[in-house]
Structures are given as C-alpha cells and as structure tokens.
C-alpha cells in the first residue's frame, strides 16, 4: 500500500507541474487563405495571432520560457515572423495594408529583450535582430508606402527607435554592437535614407530628416559620443559623427 500512495503522489506531483508549465496560443483568422503557424517549446509561454483579410501568414517560434508573441494583421498578403530563443522576451507586431513583411529575431539565449513593429501602408518592411544580450529596446514605426526599417542589437541595453512618420521609400538602418547605447531616427518625407553605427557603450545618436533625398551617416566607437542629423530640405545631406 506504501508504494502506491507513493505512486499516487509522484502523479499529482507530475500533473501540477505539467499544469504550470504549459503554453498558450490564441489565433484568430477572419477572411480567406490565411495561415498561421506557432511552435513552443518550454513553459509558460505565450503567442496571440489576430488576423483580418486574405492571404496572410504568420509565424511564431518560442523556446524557453515567459516569452510573449502578439502579432495583429489588417489587410491582405502580409506576413510577420517572431522567433523567441530565450526567456522572457516580448515581441509585438502590427500591420496594417498590404505586402508588408514584419520579422522580430530574438535568438542566441537572448533575455528580457523588447522588440515592437507597428507598419501602415503597402509593401513596407521592418526586421528587428536581438541577440546575444539582455535588457535591449527596439521600436519601429512605419506609415507609408515602401518603406525599409532594420535594428540589429548585439550587446545589453541597447535602446533604438526608428520612426518614419509618412512617405515613401525611406530607409533606415540601426546597428548596436556594446551597452547603454541610444539611438533615434526620424523620417519625414520619400526616399530619405539613414545608417547608424554603434559599437562600445553610452553612444546617442539622433537623426532628424524632414524633406526628400536626405542621407544621414553616423558612426560611432570607443568610448563615449552623440551625433545627430538636423532637418534638411529637398536634396539636402545631414551627416552625424562621433564627438569624443
């Protein structure tokens, strides 16, 4: 009788803890041909899928635990992407139009890293790369048409905003190799394009285009700096430099 009050025991044991390491998926699909696919591997993770139109694709993989995946589509032909490799990672996605591609990367054992997408328009795309360190931000905003966003952040700390309030074919890019570094973009107008290094710790950077045809070039290592971009108009150049 001992053994098996005993083996009783070990299954209630089993089933609690099976119980408060489970995942949870929550997908929504009104409209035609859409697909969406989620994996999860771990505990207590969490991915919602929320989809309105026709021909939409959504993925999300999650290993490891408390992560959380919330991607919401209007429109048609959109597609995001969300990998969680690591524990206690938040991505969130939104798109809005038509043809817009969307990817959060958080991988290589990346923790407590923060990543949110949010596009309006058509054929806009914006990929988001955390890896290998905790405690990084990105924010990306894109309304418009042919837009192109990409952060990549390798290191802790790390926050990067990217907001290209309207227009067309604006590009911008944001590279974070270290910690503490901060960098900030902004986008007014069509085919303005941005490229921000960073690479050590407690950089800022600030760019700031207002017009059409902008290019604005900022690197920045070893040791402490800032640079920033100021409005131009039509046809006008705005380069940042590293201040030591």
């Known amino acids: 009788m001992k053994k098996v009050f005993l083996s009783i025991s070990a299954m209630l044991l089993v089933g609690s803890v099976a119980m408060a390491q489970s995942n949870d ?11 969406s696919d989620v994996d999860q591997v771990g505990h207590d993770n969490y991915a919602k899928v929320n989809t309105n139109g026709d021909f939409n694709y959504t993925r ?20 995001a992407r969300a990998f969680q490799y690591g524990d206690d990672l938040v991505a969130l996605q939104s798109q809005t139009g038509n043809n817009n591609l969307a990817r959060i990367n958080q991988i290589d054992g990346s923790d407590k890293n923060y990543s949110e997408q949010v ?5 806009n795309s914006a990929t988001s790369t955390q890896k290998g360190g905790d405690d990084n931000v990105s924010l990306q905003t894109q309304s418009g048409n042919n837009n192109l966003s990409e ?29 503490d570094n901060y960098a900030t973009t902004t986008q007014y107008g069509n085919y303005n394009a941005s490229d921000v290094y960073q ?35 039509d046809d006008h150049d705005g380069h940042g430099h590293n201040h030591n």
């Open 25 to 35: 998926a929550v997908i929504s699909q009104v409209g035609s041909s859409n697909n």
């Open 60 to 79: 999300i993989d999650q290993v490891g635990m408390d992560n959380d995946s919330r991607i919401t589509q209007g429109g048609n032909s959109n597609e």
């Open 151 to 179: 952060t990549v952040q390798d290191g802790k700390d790390n926050d990067a905003v990217t907001y290209q309030a309207w227009g067309d074919h604006n590009r911008a890019y944001t590279d974070q190799k270290g910690q």
């Open 199 to 233: 690479n050590g710790s407690a950089h800022a950077s600030d760019v700031y285009q207002n017009g059409n045809g902008n290019y604005s070039n900022v690197n920045q290592s070893n040791g402490s700096g800032s640079g920033s971009s100021m409005p131009g108009g």
């Open 119 to 123: 596009q309006t328009g058509n054929y």
